[in-house]
């Protein structure tokens, strides 16, 4: 069951990806303002949050471990994911991609990654 529910995140990743040419397209290549990037990460969260409330339904895990484990694969896919096309598909430098990812620099990615690990075993939790 967590194969499936891993694999049922790999749609996700794809809007993921989507989302981020669009919004490149829309604004150019200059990084968006702090508060832009912050709306932009809450409103991922929410909409993760409601697919993985949607997906913790349909695809049931057995155990609380099974949604850690099922949640920490998602994480480490939207990561690798992140990294990649910001990188290769993108052509952001590594600086730039580790400012995404500090909390210093205005950065959410650790929090959304955070999210996305234990969001699966939250929605176990809560039935």
Do not use: K
């Not at 809450?42 to 484990?69: E, F, I, M, Q, R």
């Amino acid at each position: 069951m967590i194969l499936r529910f891993v694999l049922a995140w790999l749609p996700v990743l794809a809007l993921l990806v989507g989302f981020g040419v669009l919004r490149e397209r829309a604004r150019g290549p200059e990084p968006p303002p702090l508060g832009a990037r912050r709306q932009g990460a809450l409103a991922v969260a929410v909409l993760l949050g409601g697919y993985v409330a949607l997906l913790s339904h349909a695809l049931p895990l057995a155990s609380p471990a099974d949604a850690l484990v099922a949640g920490g694969a998602c994480c480490v896919l939207t990561a690798i994911t992140r990294l990649a096309v910001g990188y290769g598909v993108a052509g952001r430098n590594w600086s730039r991609l580790r400012d995404d990812f500090d909390p210093r620099r205005g950065g959410w990615w650790p929090f959304l990654l955070l999210w996305i690990a234990v969001a699966p075993w939250a929605f176990h939790w809560l039935g």
